[in-house]
């Protein structure tokens, strides 16, 4: 079973980068319990609350997820 608290503690790493992308801070759940996507946190500044800028990593685009990063086929 894995915790959201646990993924939150690891970086985002794209493959295909090498690049951070950001720290997880909600995960989408499908109905039946199952996470359908990751929320990263977008750039943003000191009293911005814009949430557009949040990206959306889907459960699907996760190609392993390690003691310390998760990493990710998306860029």
Same mark, same amino acid.
């Given at each position: 079973?894995?915790?959201?608290?646990?993924?939150?503690?690891?970086?985002?790493?794209?493959i295909s980068?090498?690049r951070n992308?950001?720290? +997880?801070?909600?995960?989408?759940?499908?109905?039946? &319990?199952?996470?359908?996507? =990751? $929320?990263i946190e977008?750039?943003?500044?000191?009293?911005?609350?814009?949430?557009?800028?949040?990206?959306? +990593?889907?459960?699907?685009?996760?190609?392993?997820? &390690?003691?310390?990063?998760? =990493? $990710?086929?998306?860029?």
């Amino acid at each position: 079973m894995v915790r959201l608290s646990d993924l939150q503690a690891k970086k985002i790493v794209s493959i295909s980068t090498g690049r951070n992308i950001g720290n +997880i801070i909600d995960a989408e759940v499908k109905q039946d &319990g199952n996470i359908e996507a =990751l $929320i990263i946190e977008g750039n943003k500044g000191f009293f911005s609350l814009n949430k557009e800028s949040d990206t959306r +990593i889907f459960w699907s685009d996760i190609t392993k997820i &390690g003691e310390d990063v998760i =990493l $990710i086929k998306k860029e």
